[in-house]
């Protein structure tokens, strides 16, 4: 068994590389097309059982599209899927400031713990409910990272859009 994570694809902010966390912008036609790639790739891979998603519109739209191409079915939202809150820091350029003070901004609201928190609260869930399915997770580059990097003991990489990963599932069945 097998769990995938895929990054919801492009939005026109994503584009504009403005910080969205939990603003809820749709998937650009880019975006359409990478999640069309993302389920290419899962269905290279195997068969999948369920596909969960974050609940914010691109995700969701990047769910759908990837569990129509699967043929899956019905898409579950979770909450705690859902991007880091950046509070203020949402919608400004990610170029405009030093890393310094882009760091500051994006700490402003959510810290990387409760992030983390909800991250592992989630791949519980999930795991309560597809101990013996191959499972797809949609979501976002930052609750990724912070969520992998704690089940997997190392510091993960920021996942692109539209990209996919593939872990083992015993990593997240003994959470």
């Known amino acids: 068994m097998k769990w995938a994570f895929v990054r919801h694809g492009h939005t026109q902010w994503s584009r504009k590389r403005l910080l969205q966390g939990r603003t809820d912008n749709p998937l650009s036609a880019e975006g359409y097309f990478e999640s069309t790639k993302a389920a290419q790739r899962l269905q290279r891979s195997g068969q999948w059982q369920a596909i969960y998603s974050s609940s914010l519109v691109r ?3 990047s769910a759908q599209r990837i569990a129509e191409i699967l043929d899956i079915g019905r898409v579950h939202t979770v909450d705690n899927l859902i991007e880091r809150d950046f509070g ?3 919608g400004i350029h990610l170029g405009d400031f030093d890393e310094e003070t ?3 901004l994006m700490c402003a609201k959510e810290s990387c713990e409760a992030v983390r928190a909800r991250a592992l609260d989630a791949f519980r869930y999930i795991a309560q409910r597809h101990r013996a399915h191959n499972v797809i997770l949609v979501g976002h580059g930052n ?6 990097s704690a089940v997997l003991g190392e510091e993960q ?19």
Request: avoid cysteine; hydrophobic fraction near 40%.
């Open 59 to 61: 995700s969701v739209q």
């Open 88 to 90: 203020p820091a949402e």
């Open 157 to 175: 990489p920021l996942l692109p859009n539209g990209d996919v990963l593939e872990y083992p599932a015993e990593y997240f069945l003994s959470l």
């Open 143 to 148: 609750l990724f990272q912070l969520g992998l």
């Open 102 to 104: 882009r760091n500051q």
